[in-house]
């Protein structure tokens, strides 16, 4: 073998020394690195979810000068908010959000858009059934509760909690009432009359008796109960879905929406200067996003949070709710004739409320021959375990001068709200919950907004919505 000679092992080692100069220094190499400039966006906010919450933090952030970008992980944006549109006429029908209270913050969002409201007009079915949906059987005798004494009474006890109105800001101890099974605190209260009303107002709440007074006091706080006592507000042209529709274009051309998209990894650590890093996935591929602040608008469960570099205090919050879930749908060629209403009424259940899982009600839509459906469950079901029950349901029905066609039903449009109603027990609120929970709002630069930190109510979660703004904004 030829020895290597003092000229070429001069060479070599300046080629050496040439390729490792030419090797990036690691403490100067930046994530952006393995993104083109296309796929790196740079925002004062980054929000995740394009539902209720999640749209009105949008578009209210860049009224206020914050520029934004949002991450939904459907095709189209508004939650629980579902419009079905008859393809013949255009005609509109809600059937997932359909009236907010008449206040000063639903006025201003909708003028924004410049959406005109009106006073919402539910119609009156020319006849109701009172049916026990398990056994399809008339209910005979049922008569509703007077509920206007009950609500004077509700009112008196909602006063005593003025720190109701919007998020959970409990004092500690909380308050041994709210604490109380909403059964024991009608029994204790004799607030016998509210219970249908709650039930009906609140439909989603599935085990509502069992849970603690704080929810029905959050879910029929003082504001809905002027609502109720003066009158809904809706689109005045019955499509709510309008909003979101006008909002999704507002972002676009402001190039602060991802729809059909999700997120792969969050890092709050990432550059020292206050930035997260936040790696999502789009139909064109991962994108790059740093932003100065997050704002959470999707349930605050550990699945919704994978990839995310959450510290003890956020997994102790996260993995402590639990939910109840909430399907809303409408059927044809179902037999049920135009303008007929049939109630779920338990025939030996406490205060006659549904036995679920199952269908709330069953009411008439503008459409003829289209009926919209409500069904709850205190557990999550598949769909094709849902759209089975509502089928086997509508085929038990027993009404005197009603045929109903099970075999010939059709799901026109059919949506899962799950999960729904995030909540925790008694014991758990006793032990300062809340407190820790809202104690999250700006923790390493991220805040929270949705029903699990209001309720389940469009206009209530954008006034809370609207009280954290000025904190994000601040930061």
């Not at 999502?280 to 605050?300: E, F, N, S």
Request: proline share 5%.
């Amino acid at each position: 073998m030829k020895p290597i000679s003092l000229g070429t092992l001069k060479i070599l080692s300046l080629t050496y020394l040439t390729l490792v100069a030419a090797i990036p220094d690691p403490q100067n190499i930046t994530i952006e690195d393995d993104y083109h400039e296309r796929d790196v966006i740079t925002r004062d906010v980054c929000i995740i979810g394009g539902g209720s919450a999640g749209t009105y933090s949008a578009i209210r952030l860049l009224e206020l000068g914050q520029t934004v970008i949002v991450i939904e992980k459907e095709s189209l944006m508004g939650g629980h908010t579902n419009t079905f549109t008859i393809r013949s006429s255009g005609l509109k029908i809600d059937y997932g959000v359909v009236v907010f209270h008449n206040n000063s913050v639903v006025q201003d969002y909708f003028g924004h858009f410049k959406i005109p409201l009106a006073y919402a007009d539910f119609g009156t079915p020319n006849t109701t059934a009172n049916v026990d949906f398990r056994t399809g059987q008339i209910v005979a005798g049922f008569v509703s509760e007077n509920s206007t004494s009950a609500l004077e009474g509700w009112v008196v006890q909602l006063q005593k909690y003025p720190f109701l109105a919007a998020g959970f800001n409990l004092p500690d101890p909380v308050p041994e009432d709210l604490l109380l099974s909403f059964n024991d605190f009608v029994q204790k209260y004799n607030l016998d009359g509210m219970v249908q009303l709650i039930s009906q107002l609140d439909q989603g709440y599935a085990d509502l008796l069992n849970q603690p007074t704080l929810y029905a006091m959050k879910s029929l706080g003082l504001d809905l109960v002027r609502t109720v006592q003066n009158s809904y507000i809706t689109t005045a042209r019955h499509d709510n879905y309008e909003l979101y529709d006008a909002a999704t274009t507002e972002l676009s051309a402001a190039k602060s929406l991802l729809l059909s998209s999700y997120v792969i990894s969050v890092d709050r650590n990432y550059d020292g200067k206050g930035s997260a890093k936040i790696v999502v996935q789009t139909p064109t591929g991962k994108k790059l996003i740093k932003a100065r602040k997050i704002v959470v608008a999707i349930p605050p469960r550990t699945s919704s949070f994978k990839g995310w570099d959450l510290d003890n205090q956020e997994k102790d919050i996260f993995g402590t709710y639990r939910n109840e879930v909430y399907y809303t749908c409408l059927l044809t060629n179902t037999g049920i004739p135009d303008s007929f209403a049939v109630n779920n009424i338990g025939a030996n259940t406490s205060f006659n409320l549904p036995a679920l899982p199952g269908i709330y009600d069953i009411r008439p839509t503008a459409e003829p021959g289209l009926i919209d459906v409500k069904y709850g469950s205190p557990f999550e079901q598949d769909d094709t375990t849902v759209k089975k029950n509502i089928i086997a349901a509508l085929g038990r029905l027993n009404i005197t001068g009603v045929t109903t066609t099970p075999e010939k039903a059709m799901f026109a449009a059919f949506n899962a709200h799950v999960p729904f109603f995030e909540h925790v027990t008694s014991d758990q609120i006793k032990e300062g919950f809340y407190k820790r929970a809202t104690g999250l709002q700006g923790h390493r630069g991220v805040w929270y907004t949705g029903a699990a930190w209001e309720t389940h109510d469009s206009s209530q979660i954008w006034n809370f919505t609207e009280i954290l703004l000025p904190e994000i904004v601040k930061a």
